[in-house]
């Protein structure tokens, strides 16, 4: 599709007054095909040409002679229109396609650069929670798109290890954890103990004051409070570790808040070296007040530090360490203050790489029925919220199609698959409802839907049975349905480009359920196995890049593309 665009372009920088790239990302592809292939809008020219966008797409489209591959052009209203020749179309797309196999969508864009994704990050001694999984589910497709797009990506989990919280822990293990001695320990357990800690601490106020000189301990080295404090660290990434193999999720590194606990202090004196750093209530801060923000907290006034040292430390670590051109932080919507806060202070500190610092928002995940609730009932872990989307993914095999191979496996393709699509699928600042009836439905805006389609697809490929050949006659895919569905799989590659600049995997969701809906049109209007052996051989050839187009996409997303269903 490049290809047309690329022809368009430089038919219409000989006319007018705008950079190459401000041309091409005006153009837009009209809903109806009887409209043309591809369109101009004028509204930004009428300001500088004082007419209006109908008569300047009059002039232009006069102006402007058809070169192959464009067999037409036409003004419609304050739009150029442009008809492209339609075997060429289909040609090149599925042409390329063909070739390109699953690399189909790849580009080197970003060849030679590092971004760095932030992502999922949850906090040790407690439960995964839902932003977590947010997190986990967008920051992957990122990774993904990213990657896909020639750029050097490392994925990292900034586990939250570090902070007074885990004094509080300590201590509460020592007085309290020995009631759990006789099982391993889990995360379950811990969450116990923390409270059981705010529970005691609401009649003894000393407690806190033992959190506190415990967390000292742990900040400078104490051996009995790193092992304890270790434990707590094996046991739940454990616990995580299950969770992002269920989901396919690998990270290039683990390195959480605890690991920059030796360079904090480096970071401090640069910052107060900067001579931005204030003293108030005996804690030292940042002052933002010029920049509309309350103040950024950099040691309290124990002499600990903060979320936000840390933060700052780590990306002073990772610009040492990766070099990075951009820097991807996924977290939710609530912490927006703490990234705008940490950001200024790199911008005050003089790193003129602040400004490649993005903090990727997200909204909420709720649930339909108010809490997360599974058949079980109770409070929700997110592993009991995967492992049932697998069993009612069973169950829904089990009555349609029972005989189907290797059900478990594919079950939890589509269960898993089912969750994450539903959590993409909506536009990352919104929040998402999450309800059970509308994810696993196979025939919604769903998962299970668009790999339904791709293993309908396999199914007529092997039912066809006889292996590709090249020398298609491009000239019968010529109806409408099968142009448009042609059209959009051409529009992969600049829907990739689109999701990256925008770090938004619904544009790969809604991209996917929009080929799924084309291939249906096209499916429900073409007989694609006939007697006729040349029109056969063209549809099969559209049904593999389809088929292929639909898997690449899937992939991005970090789902599987089952062959059957
Ligand atoms: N652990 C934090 C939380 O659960 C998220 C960390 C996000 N990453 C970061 N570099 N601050 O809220």
Redesign the pocket.
């Known amino acids: 599709m490049d290809h047309f665009i690329k022809n368009i372009v430089s038919l219409l920088k000989e006319k007018i007054d705008l950079p190459e790239d401000g041309i091409k990302r005006l153009i837009e592809i009209p809903p109806d095909p009887k409209m043309g292939d591809y369109a101009f809008p004028c509204y930004s020219l009428s300001k500088t040409l004082k007419k209006s966008p109908n008569v300047i797409a009059t002039e232009l489209s006069n102006a402007i002679h058809t070169v192959r591959p464009i067999a037409e052009i036409k003004a419609i209203g304050p739009y150029v229109n442009f008809f492209v020749e339609k075997e060429t179309l289909s040609e090149i797309t599925l042409k390329t396609i063909s070739e390109e196999r699953d690399n189909y969508g790849i580009r080197s864009a970003g060849k030679g650069k590092t971004v760095i994704v932030?992502f999922s990050?949850?906090?040790i001694a407690k439960h995964l929670a839902v932003h977590?999984l947010r997190s986990a589910l967008i920051g992957n497709a990122i990774y993904h798109i990213y990657k896909t797009l020639g750029y050097r990506c490392v994925g990292i989990n900034?586990l939250?290890d570090w902070g007074t919280q885990f004094g509080q822990l300590i201590v509460a293990y020592k007085k309290w954890g020995g009631e759990n001695a006789h099982h391993a320990y889990t995360v379950t357990d811990l969450n116990d103990l923390y409270v059981k800690f705010h529970q005691e601490a609401e009649k003894d106020p000393g407690l806190e004051d033992e959190a506190r000189e415990w967390f000292k301990k742990l900040e400078s080295g104490d051996a009995e409070a790193k092992n304890i404090w270790q434990h707590f660290k094996d046991i739940s990434l454990k616990e995580f570790q299950k969770i992002y193999d269920m989901l396919g999720i690998h990270f290039d590194a683990f390195v959480g808040e605890s690991f920059y606990n030796t360079m904090v202090q480096d970071t401090v004196t640069r910052i107060k070296e900067k001579g931005i750093t204030k003293v108030s209530e005996q804690a030292l801060i940042v002052d933002l007040e010029p920049y509309h923000m309350p103040p950024c907290l950099l040691r309290k006034k124990d002499d600990t530090t903060l979320y936000a040292t840390r933060?700052i430390a780590?990306a002073e670590y990772r610009k040492k360490t990766y070099d990075f051109d951009k820097m991807i932080?996924v977290?939710g919507s609530e912490?927006k203050l703490h990234f705008n806060q940490f950001f200024k202070v790199l911008e005050l500190m003089g790193y003129n790489w602040a400004n490649c610092c993005v903090h990727v928002d997200f909204g909420l995940m709720k649930f339909k029925d108010g809490k997360m609730s599974t058949r079980k009932g109770k409070v929700v872990l997110l592993e009991d919220l995967l492992v049932e989307a697998v069993e009612r993914i069973k169950e829904i095999i089990e009555e349609k199609n029972p005989s189907l191979e290797n059900k478990e496996a594919i079950a939890r393709d589509v269960g898993i698959g089912a969750v994450i699509f539903a959590d993409l699928c909506t536009k990352r600042s919104k929040d998402v409802v999450f309800d059970w009836d509308e994810a696993l439905n196979f025939e919604g805006e769903t998962g299970p839907y668009v790999q339904y389609t791709h293993a309908r697809l396999c199914s007529i490929l092997r039912k066809f049975g006889k292996p590709m050949t090249a020398d298609i006659n491009f000239g019968l895919l010529k109806e409408d349905e099968t142009v448009i569905l042609i059209k959009n799989l051409g529009q992969f590659p600049s829907v990739i480009m689109k999701a990256a600049e925008f770090y938004e995997p619904s544009l790969i969701c809604n991209y996917l359920i929009d080929v799924c809906a084309s291939l249906n049109r096209f499916y429900n209007a073409h007989r694609v196995l006939s007697d006729d052996a040349e029109l056969t051989k063209a549809r099969i050839l559209l049904v593999n890049t389809t088929r292929q187009v639909i898997k690449n996409g899937l992939r991005l997303l970090g789902m599987q593309a089952p062959e059957r269903m």
Do not use: E, I, T
């Open positions: 932030d990050s949850p906090n977590h900034h939250g933060d780590a932080y977290v912490q």
